[in-house]
T-cell receptor
Framework: AQSVTQPDIHITVSEGASLELRCNYSYGATPYLFWYVQSPGQGLQLLLKYFSGDTLVQGIKGFEAEFKRSQSSFNLRKPSVHWSDAAEYFCAVGATLGNEKLTFGTGTRLTIIP | GAVVSQHPSWVICKSGTSVKIECRSLDFQATTMFWYRQFPKQSLMLMATSNEGSKATYEQGVEKDKFLINHASLTLSTLTVTSAHPEDSSFYIC??????????????FGEGSRLTVL
């Protein structure tokens, strides 16, 4: 069965600093990987996704993620965070491109300090 | 992008009563919508797939009679928590896939509905 682990429950970074959120997955075949962001009182918004090809994926809001098969990881990065990036971030894995049965990680809450 | 809206965003009810949560796709039609449940500090768990004009498909372990799903139109799915109890308190989130433009489409999520059962 597929699973996703986000080891960091809560991360605090200074505005302007770089960010990396960790995500490890477990899946027997080539996974479809996603990162979502959830702001308070709002729905989940897709940041980026990986299906195949280039292992470095660019997303919205300046985020990127790198798929590393050898490490079963799909870490999210941003070179310089903004106060508006404070939110909950979820990594998810699916079996197929259109598979709605995504398995989500437990999320990482990001706090930005001035 | 496409918008999915849920109502109410939060609700408090007494134990034993039923609560209905609505999920609407505002600018696209969705033949299929999905309902998730999120406990504090935990992942989103898929509860059921709501199919327009037919019965919902429930995930293993989800009580069909407890969580009634109706998808009467292409833009509206409802989740009714029947005879709610405190253990049903949770954050419920719906999603829908926008298939306009072909392809597999992107999954859009509602803002969630927080249910508290006293």
């Amino acid at each position: 069965a597929q699973s996703v682990t986000q080891p960091d429950i809560h991360i605090t970074v200074s505005e302007g600093a770089s960010l990396e959120l960790r995500c490890n997955y477990s899946y027997g075949a080539t996974p479809y990987l996603f990162w979502y962001v959830q702001s308070p009182g709002q729905g989940l918004q897709l940041l980026l996704k990986y299906f195949s090809g280039d292992t470095l994926v660019q997303g919205i809001k300046g985020f990127e993620a790198e798929f590393k098969r050898s490490q079963s990881s799909f870490n999210l990065r941003k070179p310089s965070v903004h106060w508006s990036d404070a939110a909950e971030y979820f990594c998810a894995v699916g079996a197929t491109l259109g598979n709605e049965k995504l398995t989500f990680g437990t999320g990482t809450r990001l706090t930005i300090i001035p | 992008g496409a918008v999915v809206s849920q109502h109410p965003s939060w609700v408090i009810c007494k134990s034993g009563t039923s609560v209905k949560i609505e999920c609407r796709s505002l600018d696209f039609q969705a033949t299929t919508m999905f309902w998730y449940r999120q406990f504090p500090k935990q992942s989103l768990m898929l509860m059921a797939t709501s199919n327009e004009g037919s019965k919902a498909t429930y995930e293993q372990g989800v009580e069909k009679d407890k969580f009634l799903i109706n998808h009467a139109s292409l833009t509206l799915s409802t989740l009714t928590v029947t005879s709610a109890h405190p253990e049903d308190s949770s954050f419920y989130i719906c999603s829908a896939r926008d298939l306009r433009g072909g392809g597999t489409g992107e999954l859009f999520f509602g803002e969630g509905s927080r249910l508290t059962v006293l």
